[in-house]
């Protein structure tokens, strides 16, 4: 008993898809696309707010110390807001250094802050302080 043979290619069909069909596809894509764009948390990184106390160092950096949390890493140029509530991005915190502090850099104060936890490439986390209010 012989098997049938099987051709060795296989020719596929021609399919033809009118315009109006392929605008209606590309059209629910967008949709869709835009739909769940919509649910993605672009731009909006909840933070931990807490009150504690803030050590900065000469260079500008320092570590924040919640009441009741963690230890945070404060950058060098991190957003305050100082006590008349004028917000300022980097140079040094009002309430932990004036011309009158000359010498005395490492001045620290009681301090609102905001910090989210960061992930590293090893899969570590830190906090990091993204914004400090002075009282």
Avoid at 47 to 63: F, M, R
Wanted: proline letters at 7%; hydrophobic letters at 40%; charged letters at 15%.
């Amino acid at each position: 008993m012989s098997s049938p043979e099987i051709p060795a290619t296989t020719k596929a069909g021609h399919v033809t898809v009118s315009r109006v069909f392929m605008a209606l596809i590309i059209l629910a894509s967008a949709v869709v696309g835009g739909v769940a764009a919509s649910f993605l948390p672009l731009g909006d990184v909840p933070l931990a707010v807490a009150e504690g106390y803030v050590q900065l160092t000469v260079d500008g950096s320092g570590t924040f110390q919640a009441d009741s949390g963690p230890a945070a890493l404060v950058p060098a140029d991190v957003w305050w807001t100082d006590s008349g509530g004028r917000d300022h991005v980097g140079g040094r915190p009002s309430c932990l250094w004036d011309e009158h502090d000359k010498g005395n850099e490492n001045k620290g104060s009681r301090v609102e802050a905001g910090y989210r936890w960061m992930k590293t490439p090893s899969g570590g986390t830190y906090p990091l302080v993204a914004w400090l209010k002075c009282p």
